[in-house]
């Protein structure tokens, strides 16, 4: 078994998109049962698939903009299936100006399954996702890692939104709470890995 990391492309958009599905699926994932309830979920359509054209069009639009890093993990072992993936938003370089940081048209969501007034409380659904059927192999760390890597090459702080469940692993890797934010009455926390941390000096 090799897992490999490596830019996604427009062909893995589907992929990951039914990777998504299967990963942060309502009857598993708190914050996807709140955005889009099982109530709401049609009976004529499979089980969790109700939000599919939505994480397809969102998934495209992150892969085309220039400010994010869509990666995906792949088993060599399984005709390079595609077992993980990760989007990663990009800073603006200091050579850059912030008009010229281009922002991807948010997909639209499906109304008729969705709670709107939920997603509103809602900053970002998901940035590292792991095929369940492959889970507890490295993969999340191995795309947790990637990005910690390219801020630290780049001498930069990394930031992101933690889980209860994910906590663990960024705390493994160094990050430090900066806050808790209580989402839909499970307490999450907003994390920072300076860049200084990584190795004791600022890159």
């Excluded at 994480?55 to 005709?79: C, E, H, Q, W, Y």
Aim: proline share 7%; aromatic share 6%.
């Amino acid at each position: 078994m090799t897992i490999i990391l490596r830019k996604a492309t427009e062909q893995d958009i589907p992929l990951i998109a039914a990777l998504a599905s299967k990963a942060f699926h309502p009857a598993s994932d708190w914050i996807t049962r709140q955005i889009f309830p099982l109530h709401l979920q049609p009976p004529t359509v499979p089980d969790g698939e109700a939000a599919l054209p939505w994480r397809l069009s969102r998934k495209t639009a992150s892969l085309r903009g220039p400010n994010t890093a869509s990666i995906v993990a792949i088993d060599t072992a399984l005709n390079d299936q595609i077992v993980g993936f990760a989007l990663w938003d990009l800073p603006v370089g200091e050579e850059e100006t912030e008009a010229e940081m281009v922002t991807p048209a948010e997909a639209e969501l499906p109304a008729d399954v969705t709670d709107l007034k939920a997603y509103a409380q809602l900053q970002n659904l998901d940035f590292i996702g792991v095929d369940p059927n492959h889970q507890r192999r490295g993969i999340g760390r191995a795309l947790l890692s990637w990005g910690i890597e390219q801020a630290t090459k780049a001498g930069r702080d990394c930031y992101l939104m933690a889980t209860p469940q994910g906590r663990p692993l960024y705390e493994d890797a160094g990050f430090e709470v900066v806050r808790p934010l209580d989402m839909f009455g499970v307490m999450h926390h907003s994390m920072i890995l300076k860049a200084k941390s990584v190795n004791g000096t600022r890159a």
